[in-house]
């Protein structure tokens, strides 16, 4: 039923008037401390160093933002600061990620010979977004041909493409394997228009970052041309033109290492320094990758400076816990680290993970406090809400007035409210990885979107506020410092907290038209998990007895290997295995449902598959999460994932 009597603003009134801006959860000395120290000048400053280098994983750039970075972690006093490093090199398999080998561009030029001279058209040495990411060497003279999307056979019916270049307007990797593969292309030109938003379209010069696939046996190069480019090279095709075209590529893929920086500020207490609260975020990315994410890792280092610096100067006491940062290749590192070093697993109890923090109004960025997947339910997500809702009040009424106590405002930085939004669970980074059930690892999701500018050439370190840097830092700095210090005397203001983000759910579940039963289910784990954490364990939901018969009361149980998610970058897991073992794609990872698509039911799925639920108390779970799921549709996917030996 729709709640009528409570709104969304007068929700958003009772959630500002808990704290009356006095600040939550922590004394006001140590967040006024805090609020002091924390620059966003600082963080910027090193963003524009990591903004200058292409920062592919295993390749050159990737370890000179590494370098870089742990350069800057000794020089702030940060402990254990170092480069782990594991073999990339394309077989050794990190639980569910196949490794995949570093690549490193040198140069890409596309040129279009032309009667009266030459005329460039793409250039790795001037944008290297223009080369799409796995590109193979090549030296080719050749035609374009336009082959519409260029992802389906049909595209090229009545076509020649052999030993010419195509242009496409899907994904140089949905392309490869019938354009190169089948069709026998020389390579292919992109105007692939990723990532959609409202905004798409109004910018037709952007180019586009692409990507090849991985172990794709088709070794081809791509080209990334904007969408006027496109349009330009369409309308001449379509005249009966004839486009000759010099591609001339040095890059590939080779045997490397995935760096991962990690450091520590250690704890205070002998029997909790070994538990660690982590900050995360992902370090590479294409050049610039400004906000998407130079902006997540210069902002934990940022936390990591302040908080060293102001523990090591007494100005606020040494935590129980170690605080930990680590600065890996996106989902991939995470992957990797947590498989190959266990004990990093082991030993970290929450995660703080920040991925686009730093756009300012011109990417028309929306700031999110990210919860996590039903499937773990943690209080560690209010506390991040608490300061983020406690800073939305402030820095409003420094923009509405021009007094507030702790605006946050950076020198060069704008004086907009935050306005950050605490909502439901999304995927697509790293914090996928700590919270798929085989780590079980809540994590803070601290993310901007949408972003017109993510994944172009155009997310630069001029579009970063860092008024923005400095808030996202404060408040991954004050949860993060919470938790690792967390202790009995902290049980009954957390609780406050949990109440607090439990009416954000409660709304949020009423308008979705949720049942109230799991709800209230959730909300008692996320109580104890209170306790649990002080206990040094988590808690999940326990679910309620299915009374049904059949496939629905079949239960399931993930294996203890492998772990991490089932879909990683480049490579899939359950493909791979359901491939070879013959079956079929299970309907469910094409399903879209009221609020989430195929992906987020498949990882929940899994995540819920814990030995004590149903197949139909799963697709129950899925339905209140994502809206209603057919039964036979889990079903068929569990059942898929029992045959692959995911699940016993």
Request: hydrophobic fraction near 40%; charge should be negative; aromatic fraction near 8%.
């Amino acid at each position: 039923m729709r709640i009528h009597s409570l709104s969304i603003s007068m929700l958003a009134f009772v959630a500002v008037s808990a704290y009356a801006h006095a600040p939550p959860l922590l004394p006001e000395k140590e967040v006024a401390v805090l609020a002091d120290e924390l620059s966003g000048e600082t963080a910027k400053r090193n963003l524009e160093g990591l903004a200058r280098l292409h920062r592919q994983r295993g390749s050159q750039g990737f370890h000179a933002a590494a370098t870089l970075i742990v350069e800057r972690a000794r020089a702030y006093g940060l402990s254990n600061a170092e480069i782990l490093q594991f073999p990339a090199d394309g077989a050794t398999m990190y639980g569910t990620q196949r490794s995949r080998q570093g690549w490193d561009a040198q140069d890409g030029e596309l040129i279009e010979l032309r009667p009266e001279g030459a005329v460039k058209i793409a250039s790795y040495a001037a944008s290297p977004v223009a080369l799409a990411e796995d590109s193979e060497s090549g030296d080719v003279v050749a035609e374009l041909v336009d082959v519409g999307t260029g992802a389906a056979e049909s595209d090229y019916a009545g076509k020649d493409v052999r030993g010419k270049l195509v242009l496409a307007g899907a994904q140089p990797g949905s392309v490869q394997d019938i354009a190169v593969g089948k069709f026998g292309a020389a390579g292919i030109v992109s105007y692939a228009q990723n990532q959609k938003t409202a905004w798409s379209g109004d910018n037709d010069n952007q180019v586009r970052w692409g990507h090849l696939e991985s172990f794709s046996p088709n070794k081809t190069f791509a080209f990334m041309v904007s969408l006027r480019t496109a349009r330009a090279l369409q309308l001449r095709l379509r005249s009966g033109e004839s486009i000759r075209l010099h591609a001339a590529v040095k890059a590939g893929q080779h045997p490397s290492a995935y760096d991962v920086v990690t450091a520590t500020i250690p704890g205070a207490d002998p029997r909790l320094k070994d538990a660690e609260i982590a900050f995360s975020c992902h370090l590479d990315h294409q050049r610039p990758g400004a906000n998407d994410n130079a902006s997540g890792c210069v902002t934990i280092l940022e936390v990591a400076r302040t908080l060293q610096t102001l523990i090591a100067s007494g100005a606020l006491p040494r935590p129980a816990r170690t605080i930990r940062f680590i600065w890996p290749p996106e989902v991939e590192g995470t992957v990797t680290l947590l498989n190959a070093r266990p004990e990093f697993a082991s030993r970290i109890k929450a995660v703080v993970h920040m991925d686009m923090v730093g756009g300012g109004p011109e990417t028309k960025a929306v700031f999110h406090i990210t919860r996590g997947p039903a499937s773990l339910p943690s209080f560690v997500h209010d506390v991040a809400w608490a300061f983020a809702n406690w800073l939305n009040e402030e820095s409003y009424d420094f923009a509405a007035t021009g007094v507030a106590g702790y605006p946050m405002v950076a020198p060069e930085g704008g004086k907009e409210p935050l306005r950050a939004a605490y909502s439901s669970f999304t995927m697509g980074s790293d914090h996928d990885v700590y919270q798929d059930s085989s780590f079980g690892i809540p994590a803070i999701y601290m993310n901007d979107w949408p972003d017109r500018y993510i994944h172009t050439n155009l997310d630069t370190a001029a579009n970063i506020d860092p008024t923005k840097l400095k808030r996202a830092a404060f408040i991954g700095a004050a949860s993060g410092y919470f938790l690792a210090k967390f202790s009995s005397r902290d049980v009954e203001a957390t609780q406050r907290a949990v109440a607090l983000g439990g009416l954000f759910r409660s709304v949020t579940a009423m308008e979705r038209h949720t049942a109230s039963a799991p709800t209230d289910e959730f909300e008692q784990a996320v109580r104890a998990s209170v306790g649990a954490f002080l206990a040094g364990h988590s808690v999940a939901a326990q679910p309620k007895s299915s009374g049904t018969s059949g496939d629905g009361a079949v239960v399931f149980a993930r294996t203890k290997e492998p772990r991490g998610p089932l879909v990683v970058f480049g490579y899939d897991y359950f493909e791979n295995r359901a491939k070879a073992a013959g079956l079929a794609t299970p309907k469910l990872l094409s399903f879209e449902g009221e609020w989430g698509a195929g992906e987020e039911y498949a990882y929940e799925a899994l995540n819920f598959a814990d030995g004590r639920r149903s197949a139909r108390q799963i697709a129950d779970e899925l339905s209140a999460e994502y809206g209603s799921v057919p039964l036979e549709l889990v079903v068929e996917y569990l059942q898929a994932l029992a045959k692959t030996g995911l699940l016993h």
